[in-house]
Nanobody
């Protein structure tokens, strides 16, 4: 069972920066996708950024140029550097990793960390 530990959320003023980190442990197979999703108040969970093991990265249009995802595959950690934060970035941010088995790929989620951006 893969376990995820997130850290780095908090309260910041608009224009500020935060860095989220997530460490995965307990995996006995290959970790493929590592990424971040968020759920703004009253809205559905949405993709922020995701990185695959082969090096491809996908960002939500709303964060391109402001957020940067990076991963350390040997250590199974993923970071999200968030710059130029806006009030609309306020959300609970969730780390997600996928574990690739022989015939399936399972997703695991962190407990979520609150990011609040004040105007």
């Amino acid at each position: 069972q893969v376990q995820l530990v997130e850290s780095g959320g908090g309260l910041v003023q608009a224009g500020g920066s935060l860095r989220l980190s997530c460490a995965a442990s307990g995996s006995r197979f290959t970790i493929n996708r590592m990424g971040w999703y968020r759920q703004p108040p009253g809205k559905q969970r949405e993709l922020v950024a995701v990185s695959t093991r082969d090096g491809s990265i996908n960002y939500a249009d709303s964060v391109k140029g402001r957020f940067t995802i990076s991963r350390d595959s040997p250590k199974n950690t993923v970071l999200l550097q968030m710059n130029s934060l806006k009030p609309e970035d306020t959300a609970v941010y969730y780390c997600m990793v996928s574990e690739r088995k022989i015939f399936a790929e399972n997703d695991y989620w962190g407990q979520g960390t609150q990011v609040t951006v004040s105007s």
